[in-house]
């Protein structure tokens, strides 16, 4: 069985950085394309970044230029990049995979979440 699992969210100061991972356990299956979202207390889920197949990237206006996210497939891992990290960027972040094994593509796969805070 496939999962993914979150990694590196915690506490940052205001114009600090934080990296988070999504990795691909199980066999069989890679990370073909992945999104990030995120749910601040009180609010709806939120698209900030995508990545393609093919290395493709997009951002939410909200992030653009300060987050990036790069793909490791070796590892079969996804990560986002934030910087200048602001304090509207505190809430729960989740990836969002398509997997692709034996030609077949399986959307909708998700991670657990992990808190970001932004805080002095």
């Known amino acids: 069985q496939v999962q993914l699992v979150e990694s590196g969210g915690g506490l940052a100061q205001p114009g600090g950085s934080l990296r988070l991972s999504c990795a691909a356990s199980?066999?069989?299956?890679?990370?073909?394309?992945m999104d990030w979202y995120r749910q601040a207390p009180g609010k709806q889920r939120e698209l900030v970044a995508s990545i393609t197949a093919g290395g493709y990237r997009n951002y939410a206006d909200s992030v653009k230029g300060r987050f990036t996210s790069s793909r490791d497939d070796a590892k079969n891992t996804v990560y986002l990049q934030m910087n200048s990290l602001k304090p509207e960027d505190t809430a729960v972040y989740y990836c969002n995979a398509a997997l692709i094994g034996s030609g077949i593509i399986k959307n909708d796969y998700w991670g657990q979440g992990t808190q970001v805070t932004v805080s002095s």
């Open positions: 199980g066999s069989g299956f890679s990370i073909y394309a």
